[in-house]
């Protein structure tokens, strides 16, 4: 995969970088501003290098035109506090006002051009379409460099076709999570331990499938983790519930058990009469859950049962917080994996979305990690296997 470095002296020049600025807002306020301080490192070193540098991202899922709530003036606000200079935001993507604003800029300088996604060629599936808004694109630059890994499983125009007109490599972010994420998929150090949360089995039908031949062992919570003990012949109450999963998951379990891959599942869920904050809760056994109650965390045994089976385990991937982390009452099982993987001295990867956002709005050290990836969706195509292709168009 090609770098910054293979771009050669980029002194004087101007530098497209796809970023990932799609941050949680309250109104205008970041509640999360990890992926805008995960950009400041490449843009950085092109500042460094005497480039003037164009930032381009998305926020939010705009229906392929502008509307103000999904704004970057709050990403753009937050990127010019991170590197302590100004950063002026274009008006539009590729208009009038992005093409003056790109026209001023001097060495050193750097812009943020209005969100990619007010384009409904971003995202088209109209290979033409997409190519249209790409040229647009990489008329206002030199270089382009690809640092938004939140969206490198995307085939579009400001990660996939703009790398196709001009000279295009990984930016520093993009590189730390491709080699952090392969060094746990390709060729983990044993054994090797992957926890799997989030509401849905089938979000992560790929992920298991792969791993089953991969990992040592699977550790299930989350919201998933009800079809699983369904397949098991329990009943699961009021709990998230994939009823079309459960002959899938059956044959997981099968699988598992012919491979010597150990499939963990919580002994104890905590079980609330409704999904809220304040709702009244019980730890039950997995295999008692009442017909009233739905499984919002798992228990206590289980959170000492995982954290077991992280501790000795020298390569722990996490994707998928195991409860409603959310909310206090329900926040303790992801608690304990996260602390878990703090104390074992294996390199762990947080794999993204909820699970980095639980990091951080549980008060952990960021730094406590191995790696803490800036892309759920991306990450569990990686785990996964699969081909991505913002990635596969920077290869030499």
């Keep these: 995969m090609k770098t910054i470095d293979s771009l050669g002296d980029l002194a004087g020049k101007k530098v497209l970088v796809r970023s990932d600025l799609n941050v949680p807002l309250d109104g205008t306020t970041i509640t999360d501003d990890g992926r805008v301080r995960a950009s400041v490192p490449t ?25 103000a709530k999904y704004s970057l003036a709050p990403a753009a606000a937050r990127l010019s506090e991170l590197l302590g200079k100004p950063v002026t935001l274009a008006d539009d993507l590729v208009g009038e006002s992005a093409a003056a604003t790109v026209a001023a800029l001097e060495p050193g300088d750097v812009a943020m051009l209005e969100n990619v996604r007010f384009d409904a060629r971003e995202t088209s599936k109209v290979d033409a379409d997409r190519e249209a808004l790409a040229a647009e694109l990489a008329a206002f630059a030199d270089a382009f460099v690809s640092d938004g890994f939140g969206v490198v499983h995307r085939k579009q125009a400001s990660v996939y076709d703009v790398a196709k007109l001009l000279p295009a490599a990984a930016g520093l972010l993009v590189q730390k999570e491709v080699e952090s994420l392969s060094k746990a998929v390709t060729d983990p150090e044993r054994p090797y331990a992957v926890v799997l949360g989030g509401s849905k089995v089938s979000d992560k039908l790929g992920v298991i499938a792969n791993l089953l031949t991969k990992a040592d062992r699977l550790l299930i919570g989350g919201g998933m983790v009800f079809t699983f003990l369904a397949a098991k012949g329990y009943g699961v109450g009021s709990s998230l519930l994939e009823e079309d999963q459960i002959d899938t998951v059956k044959g997981y379990l099968a699988t598992a058990e012919e491979t010597g891959v150990e499939i963990v599942l919580p002994t104890d869920i905590v079980a609330a009469t409704a999904f809220a904050a304040d709702a009244d809760a019980v730890v039950v056994s997995a295999d008692e859950i009442p017909a009233d109650r739905m499984g919002l965390d798992i228990g206590p045994e289980s959170a000492a049962l995982f954290a077991s089976k992280i501790a000795d385990a ?13 909310f206090p009452a329900f926040a303790e099982g992801t608690k304990a994996v996260a602390q878990a ?20 709005l549980l008060g952990f050290d960021e730094a406590a990690f191995g790696h803490i990836s800036t892309g759920g969706g991306a990450s569990l195509e990686l785990l996964e296997g699969k081909a991505l292709p913002g990635l596969d168009v920077l290869e030499d």
Aim: net charge negative.
């Design 43 to 67: 843009i950085q070193k092109l500042l460094d290098a005497g480039a003037a540098v164009i930032v381009t991202a998305h926020l939010g899922r705009p229906a392929g035109a502008p509307e």
């Design 314 to 326: 020298k390569t722990i991937v996490w994707n998928g917080p195991m409860g409603v982390f959310e």
């Design 341 to 360: 993987m703090i104390d074992s001295d294996g390199f762990s990867v947080v794999g993204g979305g909820d699970s980095a956002a639980a990091v951080r």
